[in-house]
Nanobody
Framework: QVQLVESGGGLVQAGGSLKLSCAAS????????MGWYRQAPGKQRELVAV???????NYADSVKGRFTISRDNVKSTVYLQMNSLKPEDTAVYYC????????WGRGTQVTVSS
């Protein structure tokens, strides 16, 4: 089992920045990719960014150039630096860890005001 705890969400004005953190605990040696997803009200959950155990990354087109995902394997933590935030980035952001099983955190709210 893997437990994921997100932190760092909040309210920010458009153009501002936030940094999300996701700490993993439990059977973490089996984790391959870790990533961030988001779900806005009335919409489906969507991929924001993912980072593989080897460091390769992939981003949604809507966040490329503004968001950066990183990973600290010693701390078993993944980060999402979000810059130039837009109101359309408002959502609950979920951390995900991929082993043969997919694990999810409870989510953290990000609200961007115009």
């Amino acid at each position: 089992q893997v437990q994921l705890v997100e932190s760092g969400g909040g309210l920010v004005q458009a153009g501002g920045s936030l940094k999300l953190s996701c700490a993993a605990s439990g059977i973490i040696f089996g984790i391959n990719a870790m990533g961030w997803y988001r779900q806005a009200p009335g919409k489906q959950r969507e991929l924001v960014a993912v980072i593989a155990s080897g460091g390769g990354t992939n981003y949604a087109d809507s966040v490329k150039g503004r968001f950066t995902i990183s990973r600290d394997n010693v701390k078993s933590t993944v980060y999402l630096q979000m810059n130039s935030l837009k109101p359309e980035d408002t959502a609950v952001y979920y951390c995900n860890a991929q082993t043969p099983i997919s694990y999810w955190g409870r989510g953290t709210q990000v609200t961007v005001s115009s």
